[in-house]
């Protein structure tokens, strides 16, 4: 009986893994690229950061998301660099490819009363591999640029789809 419901049980989550972009569905999304923890030695700081996303999914493969995050140290120096967002992602039909794009209000703070509000905007693509029914892995590349600078990467995030 254990074995029978064990089968049963990985039968569903194969194939419930492809119905996860419906509409209706949530999605929350930390990304390991935004959970950093670095050590500059020329300033002596320590950088620490953290992001998130999390939305729904208004049509079939449409996510509407809401971006959090937040950079203490930012790049080993002073900076502080505080991040809210709101952009979207379209899934490829079910096989979990994905493009998403963003806009961002970032509020970067300098210390001794210097702070500075700059939008920016975000593109990324990856793909979503489901490891059970409702976790994922997403590797993704990313592009974001405000009016000073433009950064590129990579990035590997989870997905927990509800």
């Known amino acids: 009986m254990k074995k029978l419901a064990l ?3 990985l039968l569903v989550a194969t194939v419930a893994a492809q119905a996860q972009f419906e509409k209706g569905k949530w999605i929350v999304n930390p990304s390991i690229s935004g959970l950093g ?3 500059n030695t020329d300033t002596d700081k320590t950088s620490f950061g953290i992001e998130a996303k999390g939305g729904a999914f208004l049509l079939d493969n449409v996510a509407l998301l809401v971006h959090a995050g ?4 930012n790049g080993g120096s002073d900076t502080d660099v505080y991040t809210l967002g709101v952009g979207g992602r379209y899934y490829f039909s079910n096989i979990g490819i994905y493009l998403g794009a963003d806009v961002n209000v970032d509020r970067w703070d300098w210390g001794h009363d210097l702070d500075d509000t ?3 905007f975000g593109l990324e693509a990856g793909y979503a591999f489901f490891l059970t029914r409702t976790v994922t892995i997403e590797p993704a590349a990313y592009w974001n ?3 000073d600078r433009s ?4 990035k590997v995030g989870f997905g927990f789809y509800f």
């Open 7 to 9: 089968l049963v049980c």
């Open 37 to 39: 923890l670095s050590h």
């Open 70 to 73: 937040a950079a203490w140290n």
């Open 118 to 120: 700059k939008f920016s």
């Open 145 to 147: 640029v405000n009016s």
């Open 151 to 154: 950064k590129f990467g990579l």
